[in-house]
């Protein structure tokens, strides 16, 4: 594994660790597990992430996980790209009547895609990034930066050889100035390569901002899919996450079918509200130009 730091200047604190396992992480991870599966069968394969945290979450007897990946811990999923995820959860977690550890995105890539592939993780803080070290360590196909993932992901993607790429972008949202940046980053990327898998995870608590991201995506030029999964009404908890989406750009339609197919059971199981979610796919394109 090759390490290579300089020093983070400002920016949020990413804290995956406090949001471990919730229901935003189930549809995330079920939706990378599907696209990872749909890719795992090329020749070479790689996986770059921009905000990579710990790789591994311990999970108290109570928080957001209770909502999310405890809903699903001891059922058996009908749906395959479910199935699978939660198969994986068990074995590269912990636990037993319920999970007391909850793998990163690195961990589910890394068991997916086999040892083989190359793995090229970002961090900005020192402190996430040592426990992501710690798991991670001593795999010669594992690069880890301390640094400013989305500022290196554009001469990343042109540096990869491999037969497919598949990008994960998950940042916090923790600024407003994020909805502009973010999308614009994106752009950068489908444009210098136009063959890699784009993966952008992000929060709803309104359809005003995502429906704006995607408007910005589709004026740019850039063609894809978002697949949104809402569990609390929108219309209840604005303060908090009411639902999430995975922008995918680039991705093999087997997996946006299998995410489709697995959607009802997440939503049915992880609802704060008996039957209250839904699941928005839609499709965006345009003609290039600037957002």
């Known amino acids: 594994m090759a ?3 300089y020093a983070a200047a400002g920016g949020a604190d990413y804290r995956h660790r406090l949001h471990a396992g919730n229901v935003g992480d189930v549809w995330k991870h079920c939706v990378l597990v599907a696209v990872l599966r749909a890719v795992a069968a090329s ?7 921009t905000h990579a945290g710990d790789g591994r979450y311990p999970l108290h007897p109570t928080g957001e996980w209770t909502e999310g990946i405890g809903r699903l811990w001891r059922d058996e999923p009908r749906a395959s790209a479910l199935a699978d995820y939660v198969s994986l959860c068990r074995r590269l977690g912990e636990g037993d009547e319920r999970p007391v550890a909850y793998p990163g995105s690195p961990a589910f890539a890394r068991a997916v895609l086999g040892d083989a592939a190359e793995l090229v993780l970002w961090e900005r803080h020192t402190r996430a990034a040592s426990h992501l070290i710690s798991l991670v360590g001593g795999h010669t196909r594992t690069r880890v930066t ?4 989305l500022a290196m992901l554009n001469e990343a993607l042109h540096a990869s050889h491999a037969d497919a790429v598949v990008a ?3 940042p916090s949202w923790g600024q407003k100035s994020d909805w502009q940046t973010i999308p614009d980053a994106l752009v950068r990327a489908a444009r210098a390569a136009p063959r890699a898998c784009l993966l952008l995870w992000y929060p709803v608590k309104s359809l005003t901002r995502p429906n704006a991201m995607m408007e910005c995506l589709a004026a740019a030029g850039v063609e894809g899919v978002a697949a949104e999964l809402v569990t609390t009404p929108l219309g209840h908890q604005r303060h908090r996450l009411n639902g999430s989406g995975v922008l995918l750009v680039g991705a093999p339609a087997s997996a946006v079918d299998a995410v489709a197919a697995a959607a009802p059971e997440i939503g049915a199981r992880c609802a704060t509200f008996s039957g209250a979610w839904s699941l928005r796919l839609r499709a965006f394109a345009g003609n290039r130009g600037m957002c």
């Open 3 to 5: 390490l290579s730091r």
């Open 146 to 149: 301390i640094g400013d993932g």
């Open 43 to 49: 020749p070479t394969a790689a996986y770059l992430e």
């Open 168 to 170: 994960l972008v998950d």
